[in-house]
């Protein structure tokens, strides 16, 4: 995606806006999982597997069973779709609280790498010091965190980031200096 596409962002597709991970592949993959879990259930309860069925037959349905789980608890508990709104960006999961951040509320945003590549947003809420964390693997990454860095340009970002971003590899803007805090952070 060339720098001209995702500079202005917001101006050009307009808020609100909406980013959200396949529905179809999302509902497909809870459906199988659902559906392996059960074929599960009803092997290990209906009878057909005894003293005389070999260890293999004994161990597969609670292996399909824990990948079905493990499957479903992830569609689930993992981001489904993200809102950019003029006065906040909203995160919904399926099955977790919707988290809502507004503009002002950010401080930091940064590029992580470990295990998994994700995104985390530093933000304070009614005097509390938050973080929310999501995956790069979600669409349209690069929009979004171009989106978050023009609807909030007082953020501070990590080196990475400020590589990507593209207003802030225009504007060559000096980093800003840290907060003083008395508690030493």
């Known amino acids: 995606m060339a720098d001209t596409e995702l500079s202005g962002i917001n101006v050009r597709k307009g808020l609100p806006r ?3 991970f396949n529905p179809f592949i999302r509902w497909l993959t809870l459906s199988f999982a659902a559906l392996a879990l059960g074929y599960s259930v ?9 003293a005389d069925t070999s260890l293999f037959y004994k161990i597969v349905p609670f292996l399909v069973m824990f990948l079905a789980i493990n499957s479903f608890l992830k569609n689930l508990l993992t981001l489904d779709n993200i809102r950019f709104e003029a006065a906040r960006i909203r995160f919904r999961c399926l099955a977790r609280p919707v988290t809502n951040i507004t503009w002002q509320e950010l401080e930091r945003m940064e590029f992580l790498e470990g295990k998994m590549r994700f995104i985390r947003l530093h933000y304070q809420q009614n005097g509390e010091k938050k973080k929310y964390d999501f995956s790069i693997n979600f669409p349209n990454m690069l929009e979004i965190v171009n989106s ?3 609807l909030a340009p007082h953020i501070e970002v ?5 590589n990507v971003l593209v207003n802030r590899k225009a504007t060559s803007r000096p980093p800003e200096a840290p907060p003083t805090g008395g508690d030493g952070e």
């Open 18 to 20: 909406t980013y959200r």
């Open 42 to 50: 009803y092997i290990l309860t209906s009878g057909r597997i005894s």
């Open 148 to 150: 978050i860095d023009e």
């Open 158 to 162: 990590d080196a990475f980031l400020e």
